[in-house]
């Protein structure tokens, strides 16, 4: 990485990240807060997606803007996290005008966390609201922590832990993009039964342990690997690159992300997953065109593809018994 990068998502200039965890739970919120609102796409490619206002990213339709992104555990019951952004948001004034009112513009993705072994009797009203405004509350610039926080709380893989990962580069233009994803997947992100991570070839420095890759890949290696079929899954993240690009381009490099996440985790997309991939610009810095565009999309496979390793190897454990062991507990 260029000297001076965090390989973060706050590599990003222009916009803040920020975590709310409940270990008791067993989940969380991620969210994405926009200095100022940012032109925004996404693509939902995993069959069994939860979100909010996903359908505005479409390319068709009017609104080009967003105020942030929220990334959130809890199934459907975790859309109400959305809320709590929007009520931190409000309050500062935040949103698309709409006469005298203005309305903040939240995309949500979810993921399924409801079976890891934590205390999800609420009681009346889930707690996603709540854990949506600490999020908000809590977004900052600069360095944050990775694995078991926000919306990797509670996430899971089909063999280790789950968790948050993210991962940065710079173009040869000059161009920051990177991403964060929250990795829940039903199939696995390590070849076989072994330490190595397929996104290996892709890895910079030591950034998820610096093991490379295992000398040969047998067919049992690459055998379905999943989580028990009674689960669901959800894969969810986001890119964002300061370079100014377009709505529809935006759409191109959130399917590029997708990419990244096939490189990642094997398999991928399935009936079970909802894996959803959000894209933004901030439009700090000018495009050059359409060479730009192609190296972004390139590099949106990559920064993908080494958070969603990033996210397991950085995961620890669920503080109670029968939780999923990480990836750290065996291989560190």
Known sequence: MPQGLLNLLTDIAGLSVGHATD?????????????????????????????????????????????????????????????????????????????????????????????????KDWGLHAPYRDLGYEAYRNAAKGAFPLGTIGAGTG????????????????SSSGHTIAALVAVNAMGSVVIGDGPHFWAAPFEEGQEFGGLGQPAHVSADDRAMQIKGLRLTATTIGA?????????PELHRLSLSAHDGLARAVLPAHLPLDGDTMFAASTGKRESNGTADLMELCHLATLVTTRAIARGVYEAVALPYAGAQPAWRDRWA
């Open 155 to 170: 996430a899971t893989t089909a063999n280790f832990k789950g968790g948050l990962g993210s991962a940065s580069a710079v």
């Open 23 to 119: 270990l008791g739970l067993g989940s969380g919120v991620t969210v994405i807060v926009f200095d100022e609102p940012a032109t925004a796409s996404g693509t939902v490619v995993g069959g069994a997606p939860g979100g909010r206002d996903v359908t505005l990213l479409d390319p068709s339709m009017t609104m080009q803007q967003v105020d942030a992104f929220v990334l959130s555990g809890g199934s459907a019951f975790g859309l109400d996290a959305a809320g709590g952004v929007q009520s931190g948001l409000r309050a500062a004034g935040r949103g698309f005008a709409v006469g005298t009112v203005r309305v903040p513009i939240v995309p949500q993705a979810i993921l399924m966390d409801l079976l890891n072994g934590g205390d």
């Open 239 to 247: 890119v964002v690159t300061d370079c100014t690009l377009s709505k």
